[in-house]
């Protein structure tokens, strides 16, 4: 029993270590950052040397204020939810009733960096899959490593589509939040003949075109953190900083092509410091600073997949668009999130599964 405890105690400890010495290492490393050329979250602020986006803001809208209405998720003003930028659209005609989803649709979810090493915040949405689970949604999650880089990782995606059942009729969705859509694009590129079953990818807060906030901390990290030892992730290939650099993300995008037959969706967040998580504050700021809105890790334009759809702007930091870190982590603030990323889980697989309707 004392052993039991020891170890538990340990754990937790170094855990507390992580987290104060990486606030410790942004007080000291993260200002100031190079200011970006145009820091607007719009369509023309889409990462260098990529296809034009698609607008899909309008219905993605449409679909979570009906969600929202619907209160099943509690209280929620889909207007404070979502951001409504000045280049948003305004709708054409009456929303129409909610959209279907596809019986035929297969949902597999890839979490972010060092997931695997805190268990205790779950996978992405994971209330809301199984709330989704229990009206006959098909959704399931691709465990990765939490300390890996992104063609590590692509691998282990590739592993998993190739445990599926082989299915004509079946429609594959990535959802990636996070480095989970770093993940998921390298893997397309990686691993085409696995790639070919994939219909859709959805990235949620994905640092698409990286963030300069790895570029400055990867040395820190490969030299300090990625040494430490965790019981619940291996250290992997300890790339998973590298991973994340805007110079090689911006780079790797630029020269390579994403599938052409994938459809891609990109949902976005950033947030008033305000309503960020106390444990987001350094890196908010840093960016902040560099004049980019944000979500505490990722700049808005480095959200977006290029050729793809922007289902909308998220008014959650990084953590709450995702997982349940403030209603777990007791000194993390109050006012839990779980109802907005209810209705926004729902409406993208809606958004989703009505765009596929029309597709081949």
């Known amino acids: ?204 807060s994905g640092p698409v075109g990286g963030s300069p906030l790895a570029d400055l901390l990867a040395g820190v990290y490969q030299s300090v953190f990625s040494r430490m030892p965790f019981t619940d992730c291996p250290p992997g290939d300890r790339k998973v900083v590298d991973s994340l650099r805007r110079s090689e993300q911006t780079a790797w995008l630029a020269s390579h092509r994403l599938p052409e037959h994938v459809r891609y969706f990109s949902l976005a967040s950033f947030a008033r410091r305000e309503d960020v998580h106390p444990l987001l504050l350094f890196t908010y700021d840093a960016l902040s600073a560099a004049g980019e809105r944000n979500d505490g890790y990722v700049a808005v334009a480095d959200q977006l997949i290029p050729g793809g759809t922007l289902l909308g702007c998220a008014n959650l930091d990084h953590w709450d668009i995702a997982l349940p870190v403030r209603e777990r982590l007791n000194f993390g603030g109050v006012g839990s999130r779980a109802g907005a990323r209810r209705i926004l889980f729902e409406a993208m697989l809606l958004a989703v599964s009505e765009a596929l309707r029309f597709s081949p």
């Not at 596809?102 to 994971?126: H, N, Q, S, T, W």
């Not at 959802?175 to 003949?193: C, E, M, Q, Y």
């Open 1 to 204: 029993m004392r052993r039991t405890c020891l170890a538990a105690m340990l754990k937790v400890s170094a855990r507390c270590f992580v987290v104060l010495a990486a606030g410790a290492t942004a007080t000291g490393c993260l200002l100031p950052l190079p200011p970006l050329p145009d820091p607007s979250p719009v369509l023309r602020g889409s990462p260098p040397n990529t296809f034009a986006l698609s607008d899909g803001r309008v219905q993605f809208r449409e679909i979570a204020c009906m969600l929202a209405d619907r209160g099943l998720s509690g209280e929620q003003d889909c207007e404070r939810l979502i951001w409504r930028l000045a280049d948003e659209p305004q709708p054409v005609a009456p929303p129409g009733p909610l959209p279907p989803l596809d019986p035929r649709l297969k949902i597999l979810v890839v979490p972010g960096a060092f997931a695997e090493c805190f268990p205790e915040y779950g996978m992405p949405f994971e209330d809301a899959a199984a709330a989704m689970r229990r009206r006959g949604a098909r959704i399931d999650f691709i465990a990765v490593g939490g300390r890996s880089g992104a063609d590590h990782n692509a691998a282990q995606i590739a592993d998993a589509i190739d445990r599926l059942p082989a299915d004509s009729d079946e429609k594959i969705v990535l959802i990636g939040h996070s480095k989970g859509t770093v993940d998921i694009l390298h893997f397309l590129v990686n691993h085409p003949r696995q790639a070919a079953r994939v219909r859709t990818v959805v990235s949620v």
